[in-house]
Each structure stands twice: as C-alpha cells, then as structure tokens.
RNA sequence: GCCUCGGUACUCCAACGGUAGAGAGGGCGGACUCAAAAUCCGCACAGUGUCGGUUCAAAUCCGACUCGAGGCACCA
C-alpha cells in the first residue's frame, strides 16, 4: 500500500508534479487534528475577528455557487488567522423549508430525514473543500434546541406589542399553499416557485417592522462605505420613505374630516377631486345606504377579478367611480367630488389622496379619463398637461396659489405646511412603503408559533418553561398542503389546556417564516450549546458584531433586512449592545455558464463534485478567488482551472528546489529577490483586505515567476532570500490553496500547520525602490524617461529634466510657460 | 417610466488624475521527446463604448448619449 507520488492519482504529470488525491486525503486528517480554525476563548489575548458566511439551505450537495462563495470566506478567515486575529468564522444550516417537506411529500416520510442527510453530505463536502469553519460552533435552524430560541424571540417580541395579529388581505401562493411576505413576491410571483400571487383574507401574525422604518433608513448611515453601495439603495427603496404632509379635507354630510397623504402639498390649490381607495372601508362607508352602494359593489367585483398580473402593468387605463360625495378644499374652500378607484391603495398612507392631475401622471390620466378639471399651479415651462396628456412635474414658481404663488417647490412646501399647521389642518408627515412583516406559514417543517389560542383569555404565550413547542413526528402525517398548516389536524399535538386559566385551548398551528430562523442566528453561534439562554451577553460583546459578511446579493432586501430589524428590537430589549448586526457585508457575484445561471433544464449544469475530480480543491479555489473581482459574475466558460493547476505546481516545485535549511537568516540573502517578496506580501496584504483578491493572487505569480529566475538564472537555490521567498508563497497561498501551502510548508522543513505560519513581518527598508522611472513630458506629450533616486528633490529633478536633450530638442527656442514637477514621478514642461 | 452600477487586447481582468498592461486564458513558434503530454523559452495580435467639458496632463473627474446588468414600479 505504498502511496508514491504521480503514481496513485488520476491527475498525472509527467514532470514532476504533486499527486491531488493523495494530497488531499493526507492533510484532511493532519488538520482534524490540530483544528487550526478553532476560535480561542474568551481571554484569548489576541484581537478578535467575526467572519461570517451566510449559511446554507441542505438541498443536496454543495455546488459552484457555494464552492465560490465559501472561497471568498475562507480566504478572508485564513488571512486574519495569518494576521495573528481571534477568528470565529462557524457555519450552520439554513434547515427549515419547503424543499425539504415537499421531498417528504414525495417520500411519504418524515422531513427531518432528508434534511440531516443532506446536512451530513454538504458537511463532509466542506470538511473536504477545506473550509476553515470551527466545527464547534455548527447549529441547525431545526433542532429543537435552536428554534426553542426562534420561539423565546418570538414570545419577546408578542409581550412588547411587536408580535401581533390582524385581518388583512395578504399574498396567497396558491402552488405552495401558504402566504407570503411582501418581501416574498416578485413581480406578482411567488419568489420560491413563480407562480402567480393572489390575495386572501386572513388572520396573521405579523412582526411590527414599520415601527423601526426610519431607524432601518438613517442607520444605513454607518453602512456606508463598508456594505456595496447596491444594497444600500435596495433597502432604502424597499423601505420608500417619503416625506410629505397629511392635510384634512372636510366632507359634506360627513362630521369627520378625512385625511390625505401627499408628497407635494405645495400643489394643494391644484387639487380637483379626491380619490379614495376602492377597497378601503372609507369608500364603502362614503356611499353606505345610498344608490351609489350597489355600483361600488359592482366596481369591487371587477377589480378582483383583475389579476396582480394586471394590476401590474402601469400603463393599464384608469378606471373608477364617482362617489357622489364632496370634499372641501381647506385652501380655497371649493368643493372637489370624491371618486373611488383601485389606483390609490388602501394600505398605504391613509388610503386616500388629493388629486392633482396638472402635476401628477396618475391623476391626470384619471382626470383626463373622467373628464375632470385640470388647473396648473406651477409654471414650469413644459407643455400644457391637459394637451399633452403629460403631467407638468417639474420645478418652478408657483400659480394660482393664493399666499404661495411667485416661491418655489421647498419654500412653498414650508409655508402651506406651516399655514395649514396653525389652522390645526394639516401637518408634515413621513410615510413609507414598507408593510409589517407576516410571518405566519401554512406548513409543517419549520418553528411552531408558541401561541395557545384560549376561548377566554385569548392569545397566550407558551410559558418559558414548557419551551420549546416541538413538531411532532411527521411520519404517519398527511403533510399535503391544504392551505391550513397540517399541524392544526393533529389532535394530540394542537389542543392543550390554556396555560392561563386551564380551560381547553388549541395551539397556534401556523409555523414561522424561516426568514424568522435566519434573522438571528449569528447571535447564537458564540452560544451555540448553552441551554439556558438564546446567547450569552458575555459571548456577545467578545464577538459580535459580525465583521465581515459574505453572502450572496439575493439577500440584499430580505434576510438582511429583518436581520438588521431584529438586531434593534434585541438592542432595544438591552439584550446586545449594538445596532447594526453586520460591520462589512462582501457581496459575491454568481457562477455563470455560457452566459447564463446555471440549470439542469438549461444544459448548462457544471457539477462541483465533477470540478474537483479533475482539478482538485486548490485548483478550483484558486480559480474561484482569480477570476475577477468577487463581486462580478464569473462565467465558468472564461476560467481555467487547469491554468490554476499549473500555476500552483509551478509554485510547488519551487519547494522542492530549496535547498538551504528552515531558519536561515533571511536578511544575509540576495537584496534584490528580498525586495520583490517583502513588495509582494506588502501588496497582497493590501489587496486581500480590500477584496481584490484576484490582485492577490496576480501577485503571488509575479513572486513565483521573480523566484523561479532567481533559482534558475539568479542567486540560485541555496540563497537564503530563496526560501523566504518560497516561505512566503507557501503562506500567501495557505489562504486559497491549502493543500498545496501545506504540502509546500513540508518540503521546506516545517511542521504543520501553515495556516498558523503566520503573516510575515515585512521590513520597510527593503520596500524602497533604488530608482524609479520618471516620465519626462513637453506639452503632456512624453519625450523621455529616466531612472531616478526616489527621495529625489523636486529641483533636482526639474534640473535634470532641462539637461536631458530630448526635452532640449523639444523645447529648443520656445517659450517655457509653466513647468510641473512631480518627484519622482514625471515633469511635464508647458510650452 | 424612475434609480443604481458597469463598458480597457481574441477572452477573463490590472492600472493613488501622471509610462495604458500587473496577472492569467487562448493562439503561434522554438527547446525537450520516437511521439504526445507536462515543463522551459520566445512571439504576435492590439484596445480605454460615443461626443463634449475641466486640467499642464483624463481609462480615471464632470455632463450628455449609447449599450449591458440590476433594483423599484399606480406608494400619491
């Protein structure tokens, strides 16, 4: 059983050249042992690090998508690890789902099974890709043991009024029989199986994320610069502040007056009707007892036999009805009809707007479809709306506006807002688009609500004691959705004694979005085994908040969102001390082929398994990480693995060809190869750190291709500047391509492991250039170039640029208007 | 429709406002070989999407356009 290299693997060369296979399986168990990766306690000296990879959804094994992003990850963990940092970078599983429960559907057996298999599977897989996770710190979503937690949170939540239940028409997907979140719909789609989204009258829980809307909008403040930019705005216009007015219309015949929303209350004099939303309580009580009721009625019927498909299309004609009611305009008193159309939401501000067609699109293609007036009240110098049929929305002086006729938008908005203030008619107001969060889901495989509903005390909370509610076993259970959560049909799971008072109750059947899972659990990773609390206030000042995130860009309104949510609501519970959960979030790109995601219905699937086997985990790492810059996509058909391959043989045999012994003095070696390590390690430090890995990585080549001469044409291989060359490109590539860094670390006469090598210090002496070339320029054209001191002195320079005779040919006999030194850079002399 | 980001060689990608090319892939040629692979050496190809502005100097800053990617989309 003699494993001798080049002669066991299927990867061959000819030349000499490291065995992939046997490489891997030989340092695989090395590292099981030394558990390089495992984060330190609590009074570890060293400065802490929390690197974070979002956590994956156990479907099947891992493919090119995680295989890139955990790279990413890994890379950043191993560099702080060099850098001598207390890192936690844990992983865990995303564990509750449909995909799981619909594969038990399809099995007729219990949900668990699938998705801890499939846990095993990509856990083996990571443990073979070389992740550099703390296999101390794994947590499942659906261990009873973790989501106890989701259910504590959720019953903290439900005592502070946070967690609450209401009526409300909400998403319905019909294919995956459960709601959705706002969030959860894309286009009228469900996000999970695109199908068409319908609406529902329900009774849900709901997560008050609007009362943390403006918190969740300025303190994206601190993000700034450390999150992409992109996400920044997707969240912001997820969250569609506006700022604007509510201004107070009497009604005729109605003691109440009603209230609107309008961003442009400087155009209230332009307001010609009223719109209220045709689902809105108000509009059917606006017309209650009246001939207009049965027409409303009718109106209604349309409307939702339109789908969200329909509703979609912005360019759809206006429709809507005439109440036959009227408001007062509270500026100029005149009398403005009420109308009923589906354009204006019922759930947004107060369901009702003024309309102003001159200025705004919608209310001009309505007033144009229902022959309403139309009355311009700031000149702005386009065409007249009521011709063009093209809203006027631009800036300019105000019209026909009584006491704000000749300002401007802002000023005009200040001073209506401030008249209509002092007559107690109005008042400046915010308003956003962001909805609460429904968490409530129809299925089986994920947190049960902890929730006994009682005849006579109502909602009650499950005592803390009696935590966690656990899913029965599903085996025997009829898991087909229904559009009722299937756990409502299990007798002996859902009715209780209510904790209360002890009269019969039933549990809450619905279980938790798993969004809810995932809001919180790079909390529990620092407790991940204490039973006693959700997380240790003590863990999490060590380590929280997360450093660095890495996950993918899919998540940028949904996950990070409510993790950002829920972080306020625990600060604002005292319960950690921060607002923001994630310091740095690196969005990487996706793994293309051809052009296109990947699918097995596209044809264009490039199985991970298969990569591995022909290329080996570094290979396919380093190729992951050199592609381009982590955030763009990588189309699969541009990489070479079998380049990344090459390279890092051609890295490996440099190993091989020291021959001087570990713990030479360095600084006796060649001056010249010292300079191009100590440059090299200087700038992929710079470069890892600011995720320009691929950079990196162009910089360890050029120190293999300086050493390879350098041994072959150079100070040959006994010079000490040869081995520190070669230490550090065993170092540098610890963080991308472990197995050959390990095995490079070996041949060079060390001990495992590489990874805990540590980052070598760099000697600023030797990152000093002896010359540096300097652009000589007439008229920013380029003459000459010399090689120059660089602590040259601006004089100097301008001395030796008038001496040189390119630049005297060039300037000969002409005027010199300006002359600019850049030392030691370039002059450029203006004629 | 509105907003954001991007466009550099055959391809993927580098370049504090100051030499357009770091690195790689692909192609071609040579050395080695019976031959191929692998390895080593060499070569070529040529380009900052378009137009204008700022500047001594623009791939880089500003504006318009164009193409591409993404987000929001009756949110008043």
Redesign the pocket.
Known sequence: MKNSPASHGRI??????YDIPFVQEKWLPVWDQLTPFKSGNADDPRPKKYVLDMFPYPSGDLHMGHAEAYTLGDVIARYWVQKGFNVLHPIGWDAFGLPAENAAIKRSADPRAWTYENIAVQKSSMRRFACSFDWDRVLHTCDPEYYKWNQWLFIEMFNKGLAYRKDSPVNWCPSCQTVLA??QV??GLCERCDSVVTKKKLNQWYLKITDYADRLVDDMAELEGQWP??VL??QR??I?R?Q?AEVKFEIEGRSEAIT??????DTLYGATFM?V?ADAALASELVEGTQVAPVLAKYMEEVKA?SDI?????D?P??GIFLERYAINPVNGERIPIWA????????????????PAH????L??ARAMKLPIRLVVETGEEDPSATGIAAAGEGKLINSGSLNGLAKDAAIAKIIEELSAKNLGIGAK?????DWLISRQRFWGTPIPIIHCPSCGEVPVPQDQLPVELPDATGIDLKPKGSSPLGAIESWVNVPCPKCGAAAKRDADTMDTFMDSSWYYLRYVSNTNNEVAFDRKEVDTWLPVDQYVGG??H??LHLLYSRFITKVLFDMGKVGFQEPFTKLLNQ?MVLMDGSAMSKSRGNLVKLSDELEKHGVDAIRLSMV????PE????W????P??????L??AW?ISGDVTSKPGVDFATGDLSLRKVTHKSLNDISF?VETF?F??A??????L??AT??AI?SGCGPSDPAVREAAEAIAIALSLVAPFTAEEMWERLGHKPAVALAGWPAIDPALLEEDA??V?L?V??K?KD?IDVNPNISESDLEKLAMENPEIKAAIAGAII??V?V?AP??V?I?L
């Open positions: 061959l060369f000819m030349h000499e050249a706002n969030e894309v286009a930019e992109k705005m997707m216009n997820w569609g506006s604007g609107v929303y309008t961003t442009r209350p719109v939303a339109a329909d509703r979609l299309a912005t759809r206006k429709s159309s589906d354009y204006v939401l019922a759930d947004y501000g107060t369901g009702a707007i003024m309309a102003v705004d699109q919608r209310d293609d309505f308003n956003y688009r962001l909805r860009v899919t940028a309104i790109g050199f592609a381009g810059p763009d996509d990588i189309d058909a541009d990489v070479s079998s380049g990344s391959l090459k390279f043989n051609r045999r470069a320009r691929n950079v990585i162009a910089r360890v080549m050029e293999v291709n390879r001469k072959d540096v070339t652009i320029q008229n920013g380029i170039r208007t300006k600019i850049r850079k370039l450029n203006v």
